[in-house]
């Protein structure tokens, strides 16, 4: 990984405080986060160590369901003990081996705008990145930071493309299949979950609105979102055959989000 491009690493705001329902069975209350990969290692720590891999070290985590737990873990990898972390309303803190995690509990059903504005008062004034907990990819980040200060706006994402999670067919008048492609590559976009935003985002959030499906459309018909296209890796923990997929890939290739640019 090459180091994130300024003098000044921003912060870095992950979202992983939702109940992740599409992944969990009925009897199962692990946070999503937590399960661990085939090194037993658990996800949210492979997403840590991909952005510690830049050379950034200040993390605001986002949490809600399972917030506890993900706090446990985290003061365990980082050998911190409970009498050595910083609290107020609504939030930990705490500082090893150069990397300060700050942990906001806005409770399971919090939306992701008012996570953000829970936030706020731990991310600055600066830019910052955004993100996922259960997300991993092999993407440069400095690309996503040149971009964003080349275009100015308010929200730069990275887009790329997935594969069809099925055979497609093409097919004439007839219905005689003229042609069968399994799981295609689709020539869609799709937003990848890697954002670097500007403060003035702050300025168009409310608690009671959606990000995805009204902040981002509004900031799109605004001209203040660009984007900048990621070809490579990039692994969704959406569902459980998600995380078997990764395992098959690991038990091949490693730890691919964690190789050089």
């Given at each position: ?75 365990h990898e980082f050998r911190v003990r409970s009498h050595d972390v910083r609290a107020g ?64 706006g308010l929200l730069t994402l990275t887009a790329t493309r997935v594969r069809s999670r ?47 499906q009204q902040v981002i459309p509004l900031l799109v018909a605004r001209g203040a979102v ?36």
């Amino acid at each position: 990984m090459s180091a994130f491009p300024g003098t000044a690493p921003p912060p870095v705001v992950l979202l992983c405080g939702g109940l992740g329902l599409r992944q969990r069975a009925d009897d199962d209350d692990v946070p999503k986060p937590l399960r661990p990969l085939p090194d037993g290692r658990a996800l949210l720590l492979h997403v840590l160590d991909y952005y510690r891999a830049f050379g950034l070290t200040d993390f605001v985590l986002c949490v809600g369901y399972g917030a506890e737990a993900v706090e446990d873990l985290l003061l365990h990898e980082f050998r911190v003990r409970s009498h050595d972390v910083r609290a107020g309303a609504g939030w930990h803190r705490f500082e090893a081996g150069g990397t300060r995690v700050t942990l906001v509990d806005g409770g399971p059903w919090a939306g992701k705008c008012l996570r953000l504005l829970q936030a706020r008062e731990h991310i600055g004034d600066g830019p910052f990145l955004l993100g996922y907990g259960d997300v991993l990819s092999d993407f440069d980040l400095g690309a996503l930071a040149r971009r964003h200060r080349a275009a100015g706006g308010l929200l730069t994402l990275t887009a790329t493309r997935v594969r069809s999670r099925y055979g497609e067919l093409s097919v004439d008048a007839t219905m005689a299949v003229t042609g069968f492609e399994e799981k295609p590559l689709q020539p869609a976009l799709i937003s990848a979950g890697y954002f670097m935003c500007a403060p003035g985002l702050f300025d168009v959030l409310s608690p009671d609105i959606d990000l995805e499906q009204q902040v981002i459309p509004l900031l799109v018909a605004r001209g203040a979102v660009h984007a900048v296209l990621h070809d490579g890796l990039w692994l969704p923990f959406d569902t459980y055959k998600d995380f078997i997929d990764v395992e098959t890939l690991i038990h091949q290739k490693g730890c691919p989000w964690l190789q050089p640019i």
